[in-house]
Nanobody, 124 residues
Framework: QVQLVESGGGLVQAGGSLRLSCAAS????????MGWFRQAPGKERAFVAA????????FYADSVKGRFTISREDAKNTVYLQMNKLKPEDTAVYYC?????????????????WGQGTLVTVSS
C-alpha cells in the first residue's frame, strides 16, 4: 500500500557528494519511520541510516556517521540521504525502506516496504 520511488544515484569521484531522494506515496497517513540500506557486491544488505517521524530521531551506521545525513520533508512524504566525502567503499545499491513503526531500526525485518534501489558508484 506504500510505494517508494528513489532517485539521485549515479557516478561520483571520491570526496564528492550525492543526495538520494525517496518519495513515498499511497497509504502514507500512518506514522512511519524510514531507513536507508545498501548492498555492495558480495556483501549482505547493510544498515546506513534511519529517521523516525517522532521528534525526529536519527541514527547512523558507524561507517557513515559524520559524512551522511538523513532528513525528511513531511509535506512531500520524502526522505533524503545527503552523502558527503564519499569513498570507493561506499559503492553499492542503496535502498529506501519504510515502516509503520514510529521508531527506526537497523534491522531489515523492521521495515514493511522497499524501494527498487539506486546505484551509487564512487570512483578514485
Amino acid at each position: 500500500q506504500v510505494q517508494l520511488v528513489e532517485s539521485g544515484g549515479g557516478l561520483v569521484q571520491a570526496g564528492g557528494s550525492l543526495r538520494l531522494s525517496c518519495a513515498a506515496s499511497g497509504d502514507t497517513f500512518s506514522t512511519y519511520s524510514m531507513g536507508w540500506f545498501r548492498q555492495a557486491p558480495g556483501k549482505e544488505r547493510a544498515f546506513v541510516a534511519a529517521i523516525s517521524w517522532s521528534a525526529p530521531t536519527t541514527f547512523y551506521a558507524d561507517s557513515v556517521k559524520g559524512r551522511f545525513t538523513i532528513s525528511r520533508e513531511d509535506a512531500k512524504n520524502t526522505v533524503y540521504l545527503q552523502m558527503n566525502k564519499l569513498k570507493p567503499e561506499d559503492t553499492a545499491v542503496y535502498y529506501c525502506a519504510s515502516s509503520t513503526r514510529a521508531a527506526g531500526s537497523r534491522s531489515l525485518n523492521w521495515y514493511d516496504y522497499w524501494g527498487q534501489g539506486t546505484l551509487v558508484t564512487v570512483s578514485s
